[in-house]
């Protein structure tokens, strides 16, 4: 009976021990899971930032650009503006009647005030040295006694810019 008893009690012993083997494995199967779960988890919340961050940089880049070709239209508005001006000023220097001259002085000083509004500044080069950044050369004349050569003796056709940007290059006649 002793040894039945012995029997039965290191079956049982084997049973628990196998239950404790399958509740280990079980355990360590679910800390496995766990730990996967969380590196996913990390994983994602790492895409997440990613793509949250380059979402944020798309918007900034579009809205910059849309700032930059509503500024450009503007521009080239304005740009388009410029030919009218030309024809004022030679239309006021050829004007004998005073009342007309007056007249286009008074449309003259409006269209440089839409300018002015507008940020856009006339380039003035003459009698300065030669600058190709803001003006274009058109043809060259001699330097006369005492002069200096690469100056601007005479504006051809005036030159705009807004800021640094030239909207029209002025063209000038330099001295050689």
């Known amino acids: 009976m002793e040894n039945e008893e012995m029997k039965k009690e290191t079956v049982e012993m084997d049973e628990l021990k196998k239950e404790e083997k399958t509740a280990k494995k079980k355990v360590g199967k679910k800390q496995e899971e766990l730990e996967k779960a969380l590196a996913e988890a990390e994983e994602s919340k790492r895409k997440w930032y990613a793509v949250t961050a380059e979402y944020e940089n798309y918007r900034r880049r579009t809205q910059n650009q849309?700032?930059?070709?509503y500024a450009e239209g503007r521009n080239d508005v304005v740009s388009a503006l410029f030919p009218i001006g030309d024809n004022l000023e030679r239309a006021m220097a050829s004007c004998?009647?005073?009342?007309t001259k007056k007249g286009l002085e008074m449309v003259l000083s409006a269209f440089k005030?839409?300018?002015?509004g507008e940020g856009v500044e006339e380039i003035d080069p003459l009698g300065k040295p030669f600058d190709a950044a803001e003006s274009e050369a058109i043809m060259a004349?001699?330097?006369a006694d005492?002069?200096?050569a690469g100056i601007v003796k005479q504006v051809y056709v005036k030159g705009y810019?807004?800021?640094?940007?030239v909207l029209r290059y002025a063209q000038v006649i330099v001295t050689n």
């Open 141 to 143: 004349m001699p330097a």
């Open 66 to 69: 849309a700032a930059q070709r």
């Open 161 to 165: 810019k807004k800021g640094e940007k």
């Open 113 to 116: 005030k839409v300018l002015e």
């Open 96 to 99: 004998a009647d005073e009342n």
């Open 146 to 148: 005492g002069e200096e």
